[in-house]
């Protein structure tokens, strides 16, 4: 546990109400809080040994522009007049967010998987317009060839983790948030970012009809609103590229990001396991 970043903690540094850790996070730890104006947010806490604060401001300046530029995407919220606060000694930080209503699309759902395509097609044209930012390619593409990240379309940025999981849909529309992971690369490694996130619950939960489904709805609904096609054999290469650094991340730990990094040996099984049936796959 991240030392000041109990529950009890957050009460106190951030003048909440009520307190309830979330499920799901790999790199920080959510939880949902109710604040002394009686509003809903999201405080997330990273430990700061594994964050680089300047990548953490970046990525939140590009949150913060982004959704200036589109209300799809929830806020970075200012605690006492700072984005980040610091707890804990210094050995943690709390950044606070807009709460998202709403339930997770479900990737089997023909019209969810679809609505997916769309949104991450025009997230994509709110991307192209955020001031440049010094941030990284993405994880994934940090050693790719200057022929594979010419593979996928102009380099732009990401959100870098595009999955249900990271949507909801509620009364408002649907709203986007998660974006600990955006940094630049070509937009097809999202939409294939997308189809491994569905085929890695297909693999690990025996579902392959799943994975089969959301891809007849999903690519078909980018492309209509993207107004162009992106070619199976680019995906797939993309999918391959991100199953090969998930490999290298589970075999040296130390330069894996921070969720894999500090996974459970039993979730670290799981992965391998997913690498070994994706690779032993007929193509």
């Known amino acids: 546990m991240v030392e000041g970043g109990s529950a009890e903690d957050l009460g106190a540094v951030l003048g909440a109400t009520e307190v309830e850790e979330l499920g799901g996070g790999y790199q920080s730890r959510a939880f949902r809080i109710v604040l002394g104006d009686g509003s809903t947010a999201v ?18 300046g590009v949150c913060s522009a982004l959704a200036d530029a ?4 929830c806020r970075p919220l200012p605690v ?3 984005v980040v606060a610091v707890i804990g000694a210094g050995r943690a930080y709390v950044v606070c967010f ?8 479900d990737p089997s759902d023909a019209a969810d998987a679809a609505r997916m395509g769309t949104e991450l097609a025009t997230l994509h044209g709110s991307l192209r317009h955020v001031p440049v930012t010094r941030l990284p390619l993405v994880a994934t ?10 593979l996928g379309g102009a380099i732009q940025l990401l959100h870098g983790d595009f999955h249900a999981g990271n949507l909801r849909l509620g009364p408002a529309g ?11 690369g070509p937009p097809a490694f999202d939409v294939a970012n997308a189809l491994y996130m569905v085929q890695f619950d297909s693999i ?10 959301f891809e007849r709805s999903f690519l078909p609904a980018y492309a209509r609103t993207r107004g162009e096609v992106v070619p199976t054999a680019v995906l797939t290469h993309f999918i391959d590229r991100r199953v090969d650094a998930l490999a290298r991340w ?6 894996a990001p921070v969720g894999i990094r500090t996974s459970s040996p039993e979730w670290l099984a799981t992965l391998r396991a997913f690498v070994e049936t994706y690779r032993s796959a007929p193509r």
């Open 43 to 60: 405080a997330k806490v990273f430990d700061a040994t594994t964050v680089d604060r300047a990548e953490l401001d970046a990525r939140l």
């Open 70 to 73: 589109d209300p799809r995407v």
């Open 80 to 82: 006492d007049g700072e």
């Open 98 to 105: 807009e709460y998202a209503d709403g339930r997770a699309p």
């Open 141 to 150: 593409l940090q050693r790719a060839s200057a022929e594979t990240l010419s």
């Open 174 to 184: 649907l709203r986007i948030f998660d974006l600990d992971d955006c940094g630049y």
């Open 204 to 213: 690990v939960e025996g579902t392959p009809a799943v994975y089969d489904s």
């Open 250 to 255: 589970i075999d040296d730990l130390a330069s």
